[in-house]
């Protein structure tokens, strides 16, 4: 160990012997404080000149994602300085003889490596420190500063420094020419940048590639998480390279076989490989969110719905070749699920499949104008040939399980989350910008198999506005439709259509009944079912419109409300109830358009 020390201790001497080590030092500083002023200034402007609070400073000076954050930047500088900084560190060496004078000291290979190691973690302190100046700045000048995520993002960055340390120094150990050690470098962390998207189709690769991907792991630090895979990712990864750059130095002193060198190599490398299954399996994995406010973990609303599904649960992606609205391709599953990490944190056992397979409606002149005189599996190879993918990853809708109807979800990307009990439920994605579903959605999803739903009916007699219409005062829309993302039937509601001349039965299986601008009157028999209903305890929503609400007043009645004349104003956000009903138990307003009255 003394030995490490001393040639750490000599290394860091000869960087700064080195104009390279100034330099970079020089520009790092200056690069970073002009980054952190110019954030600083530009919100100070917008205070001056707009005046009121700022919210999330934290974030928006250090973690914030959309390029302003101080803690992405720094990890992209680190990207391009590190090459010029590790380039010179056996390289040198070698071009200059020293090398010899190493091998017959009293030391091994194993010292050289680890002691040249420490003296770059030591001038990485340096560094580091400028930034926990930044930092500590930050929170005398900021209320409520977020101290816990802002320096778990700089754990994180001085984490990507080490490795960054340690795959330069194993670079600079394969020339003696630095300015080559530094390209094989940069082309590395390239290839390390866009490794997870490499042979993402074959299973078989597929978690390999993607846990070696390095782009993404200091940006779980920088969001104010500490999860043992990423941290084990960077002790496997700096650990592995040291491995690699010791056998390369002991191979340069003793005489082996090509296959003996590339066997202990492929050794190390088999071995970083296997813990990093091992480390990455969701069972496995630890997490700390050191945000104040919680943001990288579900809210405990979803909390409690996860924790009450009890037993195994399956999400299985079925992927259309000709699905519209959403696509992914075989390339993209671990990317996919990523996007349920949080959820796999609280129910790790969660199983995930992907089904991809083509089908669309040949009939359509869509298809015969796209793809005429095709057969549906010509137009699939022509299709895969068009996104760029290998239609053998496709399967027709034939070889689906039966037991799964598509049918009714069009056939569109949809997940199917099954229970070890039998509840199934489909957690769809939307026409709308984002298309995916949010942890709104998600949670609502499983909730509909962890537990009961309310249930919401829609009276459609006698005209009222119903949500399996298409007019345009129907609820359709924002109710039922599958594709709407604020539809009831995706926050986490049964809704169900009434007919109390055909169905009156139902209304003992509802939780509310809405009853909304009916445009004839109700029959006494019909009053009689609503008013016992309400009588058992239940929700009932009355909705009516000055010239329609006289067919709903014999209801009213019954149930001791009436309309008054009055509007709804809104105005600087506030709404004003100009007139509303009187009785303690039941709350009204009536006369303008969208009145509303409710019992309960």
Request: aromatic letters at 14%; proline letters at 3%.
């Amino acid at each position: 160990m003394r030995a490490i020390y001393r040639i750490a201790r000599l290394e860091l001497s000869n960087l700064f012997y080195s104009p390279i080590a100034w330099l970079i030092l020089i520009l790092f500083v200056f690069m970073t404080a002009m980054n952190f002023t110019d954030v600083l200034w530009a919100y100070a402007r917008s205070q001056e000149f707009r005046g009121g609070g700022l919210s999330d400073l934290s974030r928006a000076l250090f973690f914030d994602a959309t390029g302003r954050g101080l803690w992405p930047k720094i990890s992209n500088l680190l990207y391009m300085i590190m090459p010029l900084l590790t380039m010179g560190l056996i390289s040198q060496e070698f071009s200059r003889g020293s090398i010899k004078l190493l091998f017959v000291a009293p030391i091994t290979s194993r010292h050289i490596v680890l002691g040249k190691f420490l003296g770059m973690m030591m001038y990485g302190l340096l560094m580091f420190s400028v930034l926990l100046v930044y930092v500590i700045l930050a929170g005398c000048w900021i209320e409520s500063f977020d101290w816990a995520a802002v320096l778990t993002g700089l754990l994180g960055l001085y984490l990507l420094f080490g490795t960054y340390a340690a795959i330069g120094l194993f670079m600079s150990t394969l020339t003696t020419y630095p300015i080559v050690a530094a390209i094989y470098m940069l082309a590395l962390l390239t290839f390390l940048r866009f490794v997870s998207g490499l042979w993402q189709e074959y299973t078989f690769v597929r978690d390999i590639t993607y846990w070696l991907a390095l782009d993404r792991r200091a940006g779980t630090f920088i969001n104010g998480m500490i999860c043992s895979e990423d941290f084990l990712y960077f002790v496997i990864m700096t650990a592995m390279f040291l491995g690699f750059a010791i056998l390369k130095l002991q191979f340069i002193r003793e005489r082996r076989s090509v296959l003996s060198k590339v066997g202990r190599f492929l050794g190390v490398f088999i071995v970083a490989m296997l813990l990093g299954y091992v480390t990455s399996r969701p069972m496995l994995r630890l997490y700390h969110d050191s945000t104040h406010t919680k943001t990288n973990t579900l809210t405990e609303a979803s909390q409690e719905i996860v924790s009450k599904l009890d037993g195994g649960l399956k999400m299985t992606t079925y992927v259309n070749l000709f699905g519209s609205v959403y696509n992914i391709t075989p390339a993209k599953v671990m990317a996919d699920i990523a996007r349920y990490n949080s959820y796999i944190r609280f129910k790790p056992e969660t199983k995930m499949d992907y089904v991809f397979y083509y089908y669309t409606d040949t009939t359509d002149g869509f298809f015969a104008h796209r793809f005429a005189g095709k057969t549906l599996t010509e137009a699939a190879k022509e299709m895969a040939k068009f996104q760029g993918v290998n239609a053998r990853k496709y399967v027709p809708l034939s070889k689906v399980d039966p037991d799964v109807d598509l049918r009714d979800e069009g056939y569109r990307f949809v997940v199917l989350l099954e229970r070890e009990n039998g509840e199934k439920t489909f957690l769809r994605v939307f026409n709308d910008a984002q298309r995916v579903p949010f942890e709104r959605e998600i949670s609502a999803a499983l909730k509909r198999i962890g537990m009961k739903l309310p249930s919401v009916g829609f009276l459609s007699d006698h005209y009222a506005r119903t949500i399996t219409g298409d007019r345009n005062r129907d609820y359709s829309y924002m109710v039922s439709e599958k594709l709407y993302r604020s539809a009831l039937i995706n926050q986490g509601f049964d809704v169900v259509d009434v007919k109390l001349s055909r169905n009156p039965q139902l209304l003992d299986s509802l939780d509310v009944l809405v009853i909304s601008e009916p445009r004839e009157s109700f029959t006494e028999e019909e009053l009689d079912k609503l008013y016992r209903y309400v009588e058992s305890g239940k929700n009932l929503i009355i909705a009516g419109k000055p010239r329609t609400n006289s067919y709903l007043a014999p209801l009213m009645e019954k149930l001791g409300l009436r309309f008054e004349p009055g509007i709804l104003v809104q105005k600087q956000d506030q709404i004003v109830d100009k007139n509303a009903a009187s009785m303690p138990s039941v709350r009204g307003a009536g006369g303008g358009p969208g009145a509303l009255g409710q019992a309960e």
